[in-house]
């Protein structure tokens, strides 16, 4: 891995940490750490922790210990001269940054409950999906056992353009995959594009807009890991 990726993912990580434990620090002010916290209408808690680290985060409380390891785990920044090797700790960044993120989306939920949509359904209003709960996990996730899904894509900001993100859709709705979209790149994303474009989405069309936001990577990542930890999926399945 290269030293400027490595440096930027470290660096990402710092402040991706610092701004959940600053989200979380404001909500503890405002609600008290006995306020329920979570993704709705699952047992997996928050999944990627859950699945991760064994950790149940049911009240806002609960987020402290998940932010101290977050901060246990962040490699120092790399130096200038005589750098530490990359991968290891860039690695350890990375989980750092989905254990923040995810109780940002937690947080966020908390907040702005009406942030997300409901169901498997986009709406005119609103095409954002947020978190799988448990009933479109056991519905969608069937197909990842009897191979009609093989596995996903997951894809974060925008195509080009509008055409060109159609038929990237297209060539991965051919191919069975869910497409898991979420993020912005120089304002785009790839959800509005496919809109923009005529195509439709949704969970039964398989292209999943979870997100305008990178933060909301973390409903694809949890997503597979609550299939994971259900065992549920083929040996040769893919992501």
């Known amino acids: 891995m290269s030293k400027i990726i490595a440096s930027a993912a470290i660096r990402g990580a710092h402040k991706i940490v610092n701004d959940a434990d600053a989200k979380w620090q404001k909500a503890m002010a405002k609600y008290g750490a006995n306020e329920p ?3 709705p209408n699952t047992a997996y808690y928050l999944p990627i922790i859950y699945g991760m680290l064994g950790t149940k985060v049911e009240k806002l409380g609960d987020m402290e210990k998940v932010l101290k390891k977050c901060k246990a785990i962040l490699p120092p920044l790399v130096k200038e001269l005589h750098p530490l090797p990359y991968l290891a700790p860039a690695l350890d960044a990375g989980m750092a940054t989905l254990f923040a993120e995810e109780l940002a989306e937690a947080i966020r939920y908390l907040e ?3 942030f997300y949509t409901k169901g498997e ?5 609103n095409i954002w999906l947020g978190a799988a709960d448990d009933i479109i996990l056991r519905k969608r996730g069937i197909e990842f056992v009897d191979g009609t899904a093989p596995g ?4 974060l900001g925008a195509a080009p353009t509008n055409e060109i993100a159609a038929k990237i859709a297209q060539e991965l709705q051919q191919k069975n995959l869910y497409v898991f979209m979420c993020a912005e790149y120089n304002g785009k994303r790839f959800s509005e594009q496919l809109i923009e474009a005529g195509v439709q989405i949704g969970w039964p069309t398989r292209l999943v807009s979870f997100s305008p936001d990178v933060s909301g990577v973390v409903f694809a ?3 597979a890991t609550r ?4 065992g549920r999926f083929q040996k040769d399945s893919y992501l």
């Open 37 to 39: 916290v979570g993704f």
């Open 112 to 114: 702005q409950p009406n």
């Open 121 to 125: 359904d986009v709406t005119p209003d």
């Open 152 to 155: 996903f894509a997951a894809i």
């Open 221 to 223: 990542l949890g997503f």
């Open 227 to 230: 299939r994971y930890r259900s």
